[in-house]
Every structure is written in C-alpha cells, then in structure tokens.
C-alpha cells in the first residue's frame, strides 16, 4: 500500500458525458501528478500540481483539467468524453517538486467509455 | 526524438532462472533513470533509480539495473526469478535539464514478465 488513495476504482460511462477523478496524497506529499495509461499510447504524464499550483502540463488534452485544493487531495475533470479515453488514470503523490522526492503511485482509476 | 525503448514486449522465464530487461534511451544528456514494476491490477512501484554515480545500481526485491553509458542502456537484472516477481516492467527517465520543478516521468512501454514455475 503506498499510501496514495484514488476513487472510484472503476468508472463506466458513455460518450459525450463527464467524470471526476480523485486522488488522495500520502501524508505530507505536496506534490501530486496524474498519469494515463492506455493500451495505445502506454502511460504517459498529464499534469502536475504542487501546493495547489499547477507545475507542468503534459499531453493533456483540452477536454481535460485538473486542480489542487487546500487540503492536497487533487480532482481529475474529464469531459465529451471518446471512446479513446478509456484507461487506466493513476495518480502519484511525492514530498517535494524536486527529483529526490519518489512518486509513489494510487492503484488508479479505471475508466471504460462506452 | 527523445524516446525510451523496451525492446522485449512480453519475456517468459522459468522460476530460478536469471533475468535481464532491457532499456534504451535516446536523449542528447543522460536523463535521469528508473525501473519500476505494476503488478496486477496494482500501481506502479519504484524498483529502483539511477542518478549518477556508481553504474550498477541495487533496488528492491533483489533487483539490480546497470547504467551504460556507451550503449545509452539501463538494463534491470535478478539472478533467480521467483514466481512472484510475474508483473509488468517498465523503464522510464526524467530528462537531465527538467523545467519548472516538475519531475514527470517518461515510461517506455513495458515488459510483461511471466514465469514458468
């Protein structure tokens, strides 16, 4: 258990609607990334927020956004949702936005669009 | 183009064997290194990391990865594989000159690890 919580674990829902994904840090992590994993494009980086600012944005398409709140905890808003973006969302969550902080990661969410 | 490759899709070993994954880069600085593993319907796991230093590199679970710099390969070994160690592999890099204080990993696209008991 790395101490990362994600919710819901499965998501199954249809074209054109929208979901919300959330990912709880460990303790003390200000840090959090969000990353998908599809059988096509394997897994690739989304966003970053540290302390509730974003840091980096990935190949996150415009359908798609994020936040970090006060608390730490981040959402992940999906909207129009495609065909294609059914797959594995995880998040990771590290102490530090530097290199020496270790992402450990959620058990992700797994979102079938039908 | 920057890329990380694993070049074996799926590797089958029987339990007790040895077993060597492979990893190339492609960047113009080394990047920054790491294995980590995905069990089942898991997340992923850090293995272990590759900063500078030392070129081979001990981890978790009795794993062992070697930085080669002449062959840009970070290549993760186990000299006796047990059946638990079944997952999915994969390498992934954070380029050397990362802007912004974000560290996003980059994976390549995983190996599936099965044994044979």
């Known amino acids: 258990d790395s101490g990362v919580t994600q919710t819901p674990k499965h998501l199954i829902t249809a074209t054109g609607q929208r979901v919300t994904l959330r990912c709880s840090p460990r303790s003390g992590d200000l840090s959090v990334y969000w990353y998908q994993q599809s059988l096509d494009q394997g897994l690739q980086f989304l966003i970053h927020y540290y302390n509730g600012e974003e840091r980096a944005k990935g190949n996150i398409l415009e359908r798609f956004s994020a936040q970090q709140f006060p608390d730490l905890h981040s959402e992940l808003n999906l909207s129009s949702l495609e065909l294609g973006d059914s797959a594995l969302y995880f998040c990771?969550?590290?102490?530090?936005?530097?290199?020496?902080?270790?992402?450990?990661f959620g058990p992700g969410t797994r979102l079938t669009v039908t | 183009a920057q890329s990380v490759t694993q070049p074996d899709i799926h590797i089958t070993v029987s339990e007790g064997a040895s077993l060597e994954l492979r990893c190339n880069y492609s960047?113009?600085?080394?990047?920054?290194l790491f294995w980590y593993v995905q069990s089942p319907g898991q997340g992923l796991q850090l293995l272990l990391k590759?900063?500078?230093?030392?070129?081979l590199v001990q981890g978790i679970k009795g794993f062992e990865a070697e930085f080669k710099r002449s062959q840009s390969s970070f290549n993760l070994r186990k000299p006796s594989v047990h059946w638990s160690d079944a997952a999915e592999y994969f390498c992934a890099v954070v380029p050397l000159y990362s802007g912004a204080g974000s560290y996003q990993l980059t994976f390549g696209k995983g190996t599936k690890l099965s044994v044979i008991p």
């Open positions: 590759y900063f500078s230093g030392d070129t």
């Open positions: 960047y113009g600085a080394t990047p920054y």
């Open positions: 990771a969550s590290s102490v530090s936005g530097d290199l020496m902080g270790e992402q450990y």
